[in-house]
């Protein structure tokens, strides 16, 4: 249900074009009113031009704004009676309508204005809402819609058939409104709605209630009913479902990731499962998108992929098939619809459902996974309501393909930043609250991967995961708390990855720890405590990295962070040293498996890397000065003089030896072993 949000007391005081940006955050707060980055809204005031002159001016969205989050800089403002003598045209190409508007500009330098600016420019009244309310499109991709339409509003709607957005549209909704002097809105069929008015907030309000209107319609006639039929397949209980889950997520996303490594979403939500499991499911959802904002980041048809609920290795058997179906199939839909010109874009499918187990989004990177999600979940909203009217009808496939690969829903494409090196990649890094593993999560972060923070510090690596979100956006990252000992903690933490990221492309085997005595003193439980950490935990990670990348089937890399003592004796550190050379060795063999499934395993070795390490916080200082003779605060002077580079080495040096193994910048290398110790003779590599 639709609230009202307007609290005339935040709104006091505020400009034209202030309220204007208050009223579309309003409409973009509750996405069942309107989508991500749809929608648009406009206001006409009077400004000063250049000269200091008064025009009339529009005020619109400017393409792929968000309105949820929109400010001043958002709008584009048009000198409006440049803009209005287009209504005189009898046609007009996207591509004139584009030049045409970019010389209306009141200043140099604004965004290009929304695809439907002359809609909101033709019509006369100074503020109009142009939205796509579930209820609404549920009205407009019903089979009767226009005779719903008629019985809901009567007099006071307007009802357009569908043609794609542009001048055309735009001077059909002018004409009809202008033709209809009791009209308070426009129902654009397979579309949305339209909604004016003589001030923001009764622009606003007008909005609100003609949307209130049609749920209280459609909910009307649902009452009572199972408008998707009955439970066909009902929703495995939790736990059996999530373990499905994690088993089929590597082998989706390696199976969409052909192409391009995709971060996948997955979700198992009441309303998800009741679809996906209800007899008309598959039915319903192959008719078509259920609003062109929707296609553009679910694709015209999801993947359906009918299951029993109970074969489980019948469905990981089949779950790569029937993508490679759907991607022939695409690949069909765009050459029979192309133009020479046309770009083809990723054929994977962006939604892939399944009864009883629910339903996965994919994406470039895990927010517009998410933002794939959210609208399946507007569309299951859509097919519910127009389907409780009569039935769920909408494009065709060729008036699908003419906005999937329309210029101007391409031009907001152009106006995503480049992707970074490491763009859809997932990368697990132990001992990642501290020190080298902190160090190489910003780093890897940098470069645009996912990160999934694993320490034994459940409060540390909460903090990481926290500040990698922050600065580069959301479900970037992940803190999982986990000793690399336990083996039912690490499968957990690896399940975790793959259930918020839908699988591993990077891992990095860093989780330290450190003893120094002569071997007199060495007590067995201080022995095994080492090698639990370094050579047990380094294990126990490597097996579940290597079972994923067996699934996924498109590679990885794993890089295993050992030391200087691995390849150079040293004193008093026989379980430490001996330790790092069995990870060298683990490494070795490792890559001997890895090579014939792609992946690559390589090897780190640091030295005396003291600042920001958990390690040299403990008793590991003072026994190593101990053992060198020399005071605690000695050992980085002591360390620097000893090299052969006269140099300190820190985190951050270590982390691009990291990158450089981790990334494709090293894709023909594995096997190998990087000393990053500022020189040591005694540990050269030969």
């Known amino acids: 249900m639709p609230r009202n949000l307007w609290n005339e007391a935040e709104a006091a005081g505020l400009s034209e074009l202030e309220l204007l940006v208050y009223r579309s955050r309003l409409l973009g707060a509750d996405r069942s009113v309107c989508n991500i980055f749809g929608g648009n809204t406009s206001a006409k005031t009077v400004e000063p031009d250049f000269r200091g002159r008064p025009v009339r001016v529009l005020w619109v969205k400017g393409s792929g704004s968000d309105l949820a989050t929109i400010t ?12 209005l003598p287009l209504m005189e045209r009898e046609r007009l190409s996207d591509e004139e309508m584009v030049d045409y ?11 290009r204005p929304s ?3 002359l809609l909101h420019a033709f019509i006369p009244a100074p503020h109009v809402d142009h939205t796509h309310p579930d209820a609404i499109i549920s009205l407009a991709t019903s089979e009767n819609g226009p005779e719903h339409v008629r019985r809901l509003y009567g007099e006071r709607a307007v009802w357009v058939p569908y043609v794609r957005p542009g001048f055309t549209l735009s001077k059909w909704i002018a004409e009809a409104v202008r033709s209809h002097p009791r009209a308070e809105c426009v129902v654009m069929a397979k579309h949305g709605l339209v909604t004016w008015g003589e001030d923001a907030r009764s622009c606003y309000e007008n909005t609100i209630r003609i949307i209130q209107e049609a749920e209280d319609y459609i909910a009307e006639r649902a009452a009572g009913r199972r408008v998707f039929g009955g439970v066909r397949v009902p929703a495995l209980e939790e736990g059996r479902r999530r373990a499905v889950a994690a088993a089929v997520l590597p ?5 969409v990731s052909r192409d391009r490594r995709h971060i996948l979403c997955y979700d198992d939500s009441p309303a998800v499962l009741d679809f996906v499991g209800s007899e008309r499911a598959r039915e319903v959802a192959m008719v078509g998108s259920a609003c062109p904002d929707h296609l553009v980041h679910t694709k015209h048809w999801p993947l359906f992929v009918d299951w029993d609920g109970v074969d489980v290795e019948g469905l990981k058997a089949r779950l790569a098939q029937e993508i490679a179906r759907y991607r022939e199939a695409y690949l069909r839909y765009v050459e029979i619809h192309r133009s020479p010109q046309d770009p083809i874009m990723d054929p994977s499918p962006r939604i892939v459902l399944i009864p009883g187990l629910g339903m996965i989004a994919t994406g470039r990177d895990a927010f517009m996974a998410g933002v794939a999600r959210d609208l399946y979940h507007r569309a299951i909203a859509v097919m519910h309501g127009a389907t409780a009217l009569d039935r769920f009808v909408s494009l065709t496939p060729a008036e699908a393909y003419a906005v999937e690969y329309w210029p101007l829903e391409l031009y907001k494409l152009t106006l995503r930043p480049p992707e970074r090196e490491l763009a859809g990649r997932v990368a697990v890094i132990t001992g990642g609250a501290s020190g080298i593993g902190r160090a190489t999560a910003y780093r890897l972060a940098q470069e645009g991967a996912h990160l999934v923070i694993l320490d034994i510090n459940r409060e540390g690596a909460e903090a990481v995961a926290a500040d990698l979100v922050a600065r580069y956006g959301e479900g970037r990252s992940l803190a999982v708390p986990c000793d690399v000992t336990d083996e039912a903690q690490v499968a957990e933490a690896f399940r975790q990855a793959v ?12 989780a330290g720890i450190a003893h120094s005595a002569p071997i007199t003193e060495t007590h067995l439980e201080d022995w095994d405590r080492v090698y639990n950490v370094l050579v047990r935990g380094y294990f126990l990670v490597a097996r579940e990295a ?25 004193k008093n550190v026989a379980a430490y040293s001996s330790a790092k050379a069995a990870e060298v060795h683990l490494a070795r063999c490792l890559a001997e498996e890895g090579g014939e499934i792609g992946v690559r395993v390589n090897v780190v070795c640091p030295d005396a890397v003291l600042r920001g390490s958990s390690i040299w916080d403990t008793r590991w200082r003072e026994e190593r000065a101990r053992t060198y003779g020399i005071a605690p605060e000695q050992l980085e002077e002591f360390y620097r003089q000893r090299t052969t580079l006269k140099v300190n080495v820190f985190p951050e040096d270590v982390a691009e030896a990291i990158l450089f193994f981790a990334s494709d910048r090293s894709a023909k290398t594995t096997g190998g072993i990087l000393t990053v110790d500022g020189g040591v003779p005694t540990a050269y590599v030969r």
């Open 72 to 83: 001043v800089k958002g709008f584009a403002a048009l000198r409006l009676d440049d803009v």
């Open 101 to 111: 508007l970019s010389h209306c500009y009141l200043h140099p330098g604004m965004p």
């Open 115 to 117: 695809i439907e600016t």
């Open 251 to 255: 082998i989706v996303r390696g199976a």
């Open 499 to 510: 259930l918020a990221y839908g699988g591993v492309d990077i891992v990095i085997n860093n």
């Open 546 to 570: 290597f079972r994923i990348w067996k699934a996924q089937g498109i590679g990885g890399s794993m890089v295993i962070v050992a030391s200087k003592n691995a390849l150079a004796a040293g």
